[in-house]
Structures are given as C-alpha cells and as structure tokens.
C-alpha cells in the first residue's frame, strides 16, 4: 500500500488569517497616514517656507489658515524644549503598540486596530520631525540661525476671533486624535458578545 505524500503543516487555519488580516489593516492605515501627513507637511513647507517668510493662506475667511509653524513640544505646542523625552516616549508606544496589535484579531478588535494604527500613523509622522529627518535650518532667532531643527512642522490654524485660536497643528495629530477617540469608544461601548453555537443533539 502506497503511502500518502507527505503534506506540509497548513498555517492557514482561521486564527492564522485573522492574524494575517489584523496585521494588513493595521500596517496599511499606519503607512496611508503617515504618508498624508508627510505629504502634506512636505507641500505646505514647500508652499509657505518657513514660519513667518511668507502670509498664510486664507481657506475659509475669519476661521482657517494654512499656515508654517514650527514645534519643538508635544501635542498642540505643550512641553516645548522636552524633543528628546517625546522621542523617547514615542519610540515606547510604537513598541507597546506593536506588542498589542500582534495579540489582536480583525474579527473581534477592529475598532481598536483601526485606533492604533491612527495613532502610530501620528507617532510615525511627528517623530519624522523630531529627528530632524525634513533636514530643515532655523532662520531665526540670530542665535540658532543655520543649526538642525528638530521640531514638528504644524500647517493648519483655525481661529475663530474672540472665542479661539487654536494651536497650528498638521495631521498627525488629527490622527492621534481621532484614534484616542476611538480608544475611547472601545472603553465605553462593552464589546459584542458572540451568541454561543448551537448544541448538538444526541444520536438517537
């Protein structure tokens, strides 16, 4: 009797795809977002120059501006002067993102792997900067005229005259926060309970 060939292990099995797929949603919103928001920084910088070398562009009036801004703090301008503590703790909270993404699966953690992949797209994009990878120069003070900038570069002001006027920003931080929104959401909301499978009938 013949013997049957000799098969290779499948790893194909419903967890494995699940994984498989977890990985791909993450891994491709992690790169889109941070793509647009290189892209993005990379025009208005190109468009604008440095901060203060030309006006801004008005989008809508009295509301919104494109506009350069340079930002050596953490998110909308806090911590200014602290880059290397944000690069560090940047660098730990990809870490940690990557260590719990790879413990998720599509099927059941979808919002919470969309969420991290908003936020390491935000991470990703401002930590670009941080490291002065834009290769950009200080035109200004005098003192810190021609050394390396290692700050983000932020492009859209929205003012509303006598109620706000808000921090320029650039989308990497529109993503990071949308994607704590949406780790908020998983928090709130308890997650769906799959009804349990039908049990079987004994034979007869």
């Keep these: 009797m013949t013997a049957a060939p000799h098969q290779p ?7 494995d795809r699940w994984r498989m797929a977890s990985w791909l949603v993450f891994g491709g919103l992690c790169l ?5 928001d290189l892209i993005t920084k990379a025009v208005a910088f190109r468009q604008l120059g440095m901060p203060g070398m030309r006006p801004g562009i ?18 909308f301008g806090l911590g200014q002067g602290m880059g290397w503590l944000f690069i560090s703790v940047s660098v730990a909270a990809l870490a940690g993102i990557v260590i719990t993404v790879s413990r998720l699966r ?16 935000g991470i990703l ?8 990878l834009p290769g950009l120069r200080w035109h200004a003070p005098l003192a810190r005229e021609g050394t390396a900038v290692y700050a983000v ?8 005259e006598g109620v706000i006027d ?6 990497a931080d529109c993503f ?18 799959m009804p349990a499978p039908p049990a079987e009938l004994p034979d007869a």
């Excluded at 889109?32 to 647009?36: C, E, L, Q, V």
């Design 32 to 36: 889109a977002t941070t793509a647009a």
């Design 58 to 75: 008005t989008v809508i009036s009295d509301m919104l501006w494109w506009e350069t801004n340079l930002n050596e703090g953490a998110l």
């Design 176 to 193: 990071l926060v949308m994607g704590a929104g949406l780790l908020l959401v998983v928090a709130i909301i308890p997650p769906a309970v």
């Design 9 to 15: 292990p499948s790893f194909q099995t419903d967890s």
């Design 153 to 160: 570069r932020d492009w859209i002001h929205f003012r509303l």
């Design 106 to 121: 599509l099927n059941t953690d979808g919002i919470m792997l969309v969420s991290l992949g908003l936020i390491s797209g």
């Design 125 to 132: 994009g401002n930590l670009y900067d941080r490291v002065g």
């Design 166 to 171: 808000w921090p320029i920003f650039n989308l």
